[in-house]
């Protein structure tokens, strides 16, 4: 299958490298951010990664409440 987007640094990225790295694709080929994303999202389709969350940046663990003395 051939791919129809420049990757960001001029190769296919494996898919350690595409899970660690929030861009995979050459920014100057795109017009706006929306197109971006979309792009974005089919190159992690196509290297068979999940897509990602909405909520990805949030920590799992929970946020323990400040000690407050009265």
Known sequence: ??????W??????????ATKNPHLLDE?????EQ?????????RK?????????DEEQSILPHAVPNEKA
């Open 1 to 6: 299958m051939d791919w129809k987007y420049r």
């Open 8 to 17: 960001k640094n001029g190769y296919r990225p494996s898919q350690d490298e």
């Open 28 to 32: 100057s080929q795109f017009d706006n």
């Open 35 to 43: 197109d971006r994303k979309l792009a974005e999202e089919s190159a």
């Open 46 to 54: 196509h290297l068979g990664l999940p897509a990602p969350t909405l």
